[in-house]
């Protein structure tokens, strides 16, 4: 039966999001059910290809990456796939009318990160545009379910907030990215001189991004405001351990949140929830 196929394709983006992200697997706990699934098939369609990029260094990369493109394209015209991810990807796609313009970005975005370059500070924003902005507006086309009015008010803070969870992501990973994958994002920057006034001027474009991302987590449907929220505020704790760490200590180790702490920011999160966003 299809529809075993189907659940099964689900369940296994849903596995593949508790591997992987402590953190997103607990904020999408806190949607609504109704949303959950769509939002474990576009995380699953994201890591899969993130995979490729990041931690298959023993196979063809560029091949492996042009494959899972192409199966995608496929995927969305024949609106079936024997792959499971993508099979609830474009199952997701298609219910919640995910622009394709969003998936082409990311899957250049992905491209990008096969070669190794000098990003200045254009292509610095067309890749933090294309491998996180546009990962939280295909999410926000779920959460808004074809309220395209809605969808246009809050997409630049969804923008601003994958942005923010995106630069945090580079300073976690900055000893990883530099030396393992040979990968510098931040534009015009020297890492052989990168100090805590280098670090302090990346830190203040975060906590910019991250107050104008909370307006827009204000007005988000009931269905997803607290899920959302849930994620910021992990977002946030791990953001402030990282300006609590001393530059010289980004580049020797990756900045973690143990999941005892993360189950404390959760517990936190809902009180503050109460007085933050519902006031």
Do not use: W
Not at 59 to 84: C, G, H, W
């Amino acid at each position: 039966m299809k529809k075993l196929f189907d659940e099964l394709s689900y369940e296994v983006s849903k596995k593949t999001t508790k591997k992987y992200s402590t953190s997103f697997s607990l904020g999408i706990l806190a949607l609504k059910p109704s949303i959950r699934p769509a939002i474990y098939a576009i995380y699953g369609f994201v890591r899969l290809a993130d995979e490729i990029v990041d931690s298959f260094h023993d196979f063809d990369k560029k091949t492996l990456l042009m494959r899972f493109k192409k199966e995608t394209q496929v995927a969305l015209y024949e609106k079936i796939s024997l792959n499971p991810i993508l099979q609830s990807f474009q199952d997701t796609v298609h219910k919640y009318q995910i622009d394709y313009s969003l998936i082409n970005q990311f899957l250049h975005s992905m491209e990008m990160d096969l070669e190794k370059m000098d990003y200045n500070s254009d292509l610095y924003k067309e890749y933090i545009y294309g491998s996180a902005e546009v990962v939280g507006l295909m999410c926000l086309q779920v959460f808004t379910n074809g309220n395209k009015e809605k969808y246009e008010e809050l997409k630049p803070s969804a923008m601003k907030l994958g942005s923010a969870f995106q630069k945090v992501n580079f300073l976690r990973d900055l000893n990883e990215d530099y030396r393992t994958l040979g990968r510098t994002y931040f534009p015009n920057i020297d890492m052989n001189v990168f100090d805590n006034k280098v670090k302090k001027a990346i830190e203040n474009e975060i906590e910019i991004e991250f107050k104008e991302a909370l307006t827009g987590i204000k007005m988000l449907p009931a269905t997803s405001k607290f899920g959302v929220y849930l994620a910021y505020r992990y977002y946030l704790s791990l953001f402030k351990k990282i300006k609590r760490t001393a530059a010289e200590n980004i580049l020797q180790e990756r900045i973690r949140i143990p999941n005892f702490q993360k189950m404390n920011v959760m517990m936190r999160s809902y009180v503050r929830y109460k007085i933050e966003i519902l006031g």
